[in-house]
Structures are given as C-alpha cells and as structure tokens.
C-alpha cells in the first residue's frame, strides 16, 4: 500500500506548490472558465496522443499550451468576449476528442482514469517530469510575481508603470496551461479547476495579504492531498475526487467564520 501510494503523496505535495498560488489569480482574474476549457480540452488531447503513438500526457501538455496562445491570439483579433472564445473552443475540442476517440480502431481507452485520474498510474519515474515542471512554473510565478500581481490589482496603474499587461497575462494563460497538464493524471480533466480554485477561495477567508493567501492555500492544497489520499486508501475510492472532496470539506468549514467588515 505504502509503494502505491507514496508516489501519488509526492505528486501532490509538489502539484500544491504551483496550484495553490495560480489558483489565487484563478481566483481574482475570474478565470474559472478558462481552467475548464483547457482541461475539457484533455480529451482531445489524449486521443491525438494515442494516434500520433506518442505519450498522451505530454500530448495533453502541447495541446493546452497551443490553446491557450490561440485564445490570446483570438481575444487580440476579434471582437468576441473572452467567455464567448472560451466556450468555442471548449465544447468544439471536447466534441473533437470524443469524435477521434470513436474513430480509433482495435484501441481501448481507459477514459475514466483521464477525467478522473488515476492513483495506480502514478509512479516513482514519473516524479522527475513533474518536478521539473513545477520548478518551471513556481521559478516563473516567483520572477514575474510583482507585474503579474499589480496586473492583476490594478490594470491601468501597471500600465503606467511599464508593465506590459498583455505580455503578463499571455505568461499567466501558458503557466495555467502547464499545470493543468501537469495535474491532470493525478485529478483528471473534469475536476482539475477545483484543484486551483477551491484551496484559494478557502484561503481567501482568512487571508490579508496577497502572499498569506498563497501560503495558507498551500497548506489548504496539502491538508486536502493528505485526506484524500488516506480516504482513498482506506475506503478504495477515487484518488482525485476524494482530493477534490477534502478540500471542499475544509472550504465548508471556512464558512462558519464570519466575514471581516
């Protein structure tokens, strides 16, 4: 039991240090949306992966990368709302994977482990690819943390500053993009958002600063990966949906504290 789950502990104990602190901009950008479209996307991704005959995981990666340049380009070319594009490319690439996924002959997809993750897949030679990722993306959050949070505060006074406002949300688009590829084989494609959202909007109630609120989600985030992977192992569900559980348990008990006026 040890073995299994050990892997799957570690995995998610990195994944909070960059999911906690992306999902405070989730958070405060408003950008849920833009989390669902790009895990939604997943599908399509996976199924590319198995016909190019390449790893589904890092096809998953490229594609949601690809996506979130192409909704940057779109948002700068046309004049459609962000949610508008959003929902395009989200229900089409969805509609896509599933079309692909069909058309694939004499191959069995084990679907249920990419929408909702799976435990057993997670192993010890895994942990280098997702550490380097989270290197990448926790080393981008921490450089470009002063423009990306005073883009975030106030748009037009970090404009008169210099700060280039497209440039900061094209990086934040790509690193979002980046974990949710990364997270994606420990939550799965449907549920990976609420790993972003839930620990920051639990955070939020007890935070003052802009960096309590990252580390308390942290540790949110790491309460939630602890429970989960315990309630996984003694009941045999889900290893990511009782994550995903965990932490809205603790966004549940966040709400008897009353609100600072």
């Given at each position: 039991m040890f073995e299994i789950l050990f892997p799957a502990l570690l995995t998610g104990l990195l994944l909070s240090l960059i999911t906690a602190p992306l999902g405070a901009f989730v958070v405060w950008r408003?950008?849920?949306?833009?989390g669902d479209t790009l895990s939604h996307s997943?599908?399509?991704?996976?199924?590319?992966?198995?016909?190019?005959?390449?790893n589904p995981y890092l096809a998953i990666v490229i594609l949601t990368i690809l996506l979130a340049v192409l909704m940057v380009y779109l948002e700068s070319k046309t004049s459609f709302s962000a949610d508008t594009l959003l929902g395009i490319i989200a229900h089409s690439c969805l509609s896509l994977g599933v079309v692909t996924v069909g058309l694939l002959k004499n191959v069995r997809v084990d679907l249920m482990s990419y929408l909702f993750g799976d435990l057993l897949a997670i192993t010890l030679s895994d942990l280098p690819y997702i550490g380097g990722g989270v290197i990448l993306v926790l080393g981008s959050l921490i450089y470009?943390?002063?423009?990306?949070?005073?883009?975030?505060?106030s748009p037009e006074l970090a404009q008169v500053e210099g700060i280039n406002i497209a440039r900061m949300r094209f990086i934040l688009m790509i690193?979002?993009?980046?974990t949710i590829a990364l997270s994606m084989k420990f939550v799965g494609?449907?549920?990976?958002?609420?790993l972003l959202i839930i620990p920051a909007a639990t955070a939020r109630r007890f935070a003052r600063t802009p960096e309590s609120m990252v580390i308390i989600a942290i540790i949110i985030s790491q309460l939630s990966v602890f429970g989960g992977l315990l309630l996984s192992a003694f009941y045999?569900?889900?290893?990511?949906?009782?994550?995903v559980l965990c932490s809205a348990f603790l966004f549940?008990?966040?709400?008897?504290?009353?609100?600072r006026l």
């Open positions: 408003k950008m849920a949306y833009f997943a599908l399509l991704g996976v199924a590319l992966g198995i016909w190019l005959q390449i470009c943390w002063r423009p990306l949070l005073a883009t975030t505060v690193l979002t993009a980046l494609a449907l549920i990976i958002t609420s045999d569900t889900a290893a990511g949906p009782s994550v549940a008990l966040s709400l008897l504290k009353k609100e």
